[in-house]
């Protein structure tokens, strides 16, 4: 499908294999992040999403 010129592949309810294939055809690492790292994400959104917060009221004023 295509729309605002840009293209959407419809999968459907064939999703895990889908990507089990795009992983093995691309080469890509289909490694799960460590409960640190994601520790450490989720901690940086967070914190990113508090000065966001903080600051949007005031630009906008």
Sequence with gaps: ???G?????VI???VPE???EVVAIGGISAEKKTEEEESEGNALSRLIDIITGIFTPILSG
Excluded at 5 to 9: D, L, P, S
């Design 18 to 20: 889908v990507y089990k």
């Design 5 to 9: 010129g840009q293209y959407q592949v």
């Design 1 to 3: 499908m295509q729309s």
């Design 12 to 14: 459907g309810n064939h």
